[in-house]
């Protein structure tokens, strides 16, 4: 079950069905499957909050992953800053939307065990993030 919850931000308007078999599909493509997933869209303030809080890091950041995968049965809490994802999004030049999708999927991938610290990583993620991305826009 995918859930999408928001807490001092407006909700984003994504297609809740159509970013759900998005999801699962992606995982899929990982070899795992769709447990219990949870995204909180945030501002700035909250996100620096749990990263403070829980992973002692000082600095603002677009996402946090709680990962309570098991097995191949993905689940986690995916935290999102709209904030930073809209300001990634301008500097990039990119669409909001986009790179909000982008995002999202991030968690996914990170969940699934792909990784984005160590050399070769990023690269790796990046291809993954646009190979999902291709998905769905079909």
């Given amino acids: ?82 904030d930073t994802v809209r300001s990634n999004s301008e500097e990039f030049n990119t669409n909001y939307d986009e790179e909000l999708h982008r995002i999202i999927i991030h968690g996914i991938l990170h969940l699934c065990g792909i990784n984005d610290k160590e050399p070769g990583e990023r690269e790796n993620m990046t291809r993954c993030e646009n190979e999902a991305l291709a998905l769905l826009k079909k």
């Fill in 1 to 82: 079950m995918i859930l999408y919850y928001n807490e001092g931000c407006e909700m984003p308007s994504i297609k809740k069905q159509e970013t759900n078999n998005w999801i699962k599909e992606v995982a899929a493509l990982h070899n795992c499957k769709v447990g219990n997933i949870s995204y909180i869209f945030c501002n700035d303030e909250k996100i620096l909050e749990i990263n403070k809080q829980y992973l002692d890091h000082d600095y603002y950041t677009d996402i946090i992953t709680f990962d309570y995968t098991e097995n191949s049965k993905i689940g986690g809490d995916i935290f999102i800053s709209v």
